[in-house]
């Protein structure tokens, strides 16, 4: 069992950036790929970044990819996401995942998810 807890979100202009957090419980967060999705107001989860439990393969959605950044530190047993030159199109809930199946980007290969937090970014 994982629970996880986001933080980081909130209110940012157009190009400036913000930095989530998500922490882990339970001893075993380095066997866990771990995910960030994101779904905005009347729109689908979307995938946005996923790294493997060592931390030494990253994966993005392609239009995010040079902006976003996932990174872990399983020392601490927290995931984050930088996020760069925000722009409006990403506000959004942020979520936090789980997962025992490396490389995924599908939803429903995370078993575990946090409660999300909320990136506004205004124009």
């Known amino acids: 069992q994982v629970q996880l807890v986001e933080s980081g979100g909130g209110l940012v202009q157009a190009g400036g950036s913000l930095r989530l957090s998500c922490a882990a419980s339970g001893r075993t967060f380095s066997m866990y790929a771990m995910g960030w999705f994101r779904q905005a107001p009347g729109k689908e989860r979307e995938f946005v970044a996923a790294i493997i439990g060592s931390g030494g393969i990253t994966y993005y959605t392609d239009s995010l990819k040079g902006r976003f950044t996932i990174s872990r530190d399983n020392a601490e047993n927290t995931m984050y996401l930088e996020m760069n030159n925000l722009k409006p199109e990403d506000t959004a809930v942020y979520y936090c995942?789980?997962?025992?199946?490396?490389?995924?980007?599908?939803?429903?290969?995370?078993?575990?998810w946090g409660q999300g937090t909320q990136v506004t970014v205004s124009s």
């Open positions: 995942a789980a997962g025992r199946t490396a490389y995924s980007r599908y939803a429903s290969d995370f078993g575990f």
